[in-house]
């Protein structure tokens, strides 16, 4: 079977974002920033050749796929198994809240423990790198030889790089996962491949050329 490229996307930025606030799976839009990146990461890809474009149903992530498929003149498809991790009582607190309300459950968090769960319904890292796999795999595995495009979130793209790399789900990171940065993969039956990661070029020298500052 032939490979299936992938173009990984990481949505766009949201208030919450700048906020360091746990989204998870709340639906929350981008920011007036996030919606400059996502029409940049339409234009850096309104050449590719791609055969779909599947995003979470998420607001900030869907919104940001809109843009590419607008660019390319696609359809989007929703898809809940991108959505982000899930994060139960942490969701719309901010980091310092979570360390000062449940220092232990923080502790938990910060040491990436694989199979601990956020309380009230959280996913573990085990469990999202289960759900994120799958879905990729099967979503990949439609369009051998192709090319497609998976708009998600930061915790959705940081499994995709440490399922390609072969790392486990507690090791530290070293990489980066930028609002609207374009990252690359290659899969096959036999797995996933890392391409390229965290390209930013369009979103750096387009905010030089046009003399904007966020």
Do not use: C
Not at 55 to 78: C, F, N, Q, W, Y
Not at 82 to 93: A, D, N, V
Request: proline share 4%; glycine share 8%.
């Amino acid at each position: 079977m032939e490979a299936t490229r992938i173009i990984a996307v990481r949505h766009g930025e949201t208030a919450w974002n700048v906020d360091a606030r746990i989204q998870g799976q709340l639906d929350i839009q981008l920011n007036e920033t996030g919606r400059w990146q996502a029409r940049r990461v339409g234009q850096a890809l309104s050449a590719e050749q791609l055969s779909a474009i599947y995003s979470s149903d998420l607001g900030r992530a869907h919104e940001t796929a809109r843009a590419i498929g607008d660019a390319a003149g696609m359809p989007v498809e929703a898809h809940t198994g991108l959505r982000e991790r899930r994060f139960g009582m942490f969701e719309g607190k901010t980091f310092d809240e979570i360390h000062e309300k449940w220092p232990e459950h923080a502790q938990q968090w910060r040491k990436r423990i694989p199979d601990w769960e956020p309380p009230d319904g959280g996913e573990s890292l085990l469990q999202l790198r289960e759900r994120v796999t799958r879905t990729v795999r099967d979503l990949a595995a439609r369009h051998a030889g192709e090319l497609i495009a998976v708009v998600a979130h930061g915790g959705v793209l940081d499994t995709l790089y440490r399922i390609a790399t072969g790392q486990e789900v507690n090791s530290p990171r070293t990489w980066q996962l930028p609002n609207g940065a374009i990252n690359r993969l290659l899969w096959t039956p036999q797995g996933f491949t890392l391409v390229g990661w965290s390209d930013t070029q369009h979103l750096e020298h387009a905010a030089s050329d046009e003399n904007t500052s966020f």
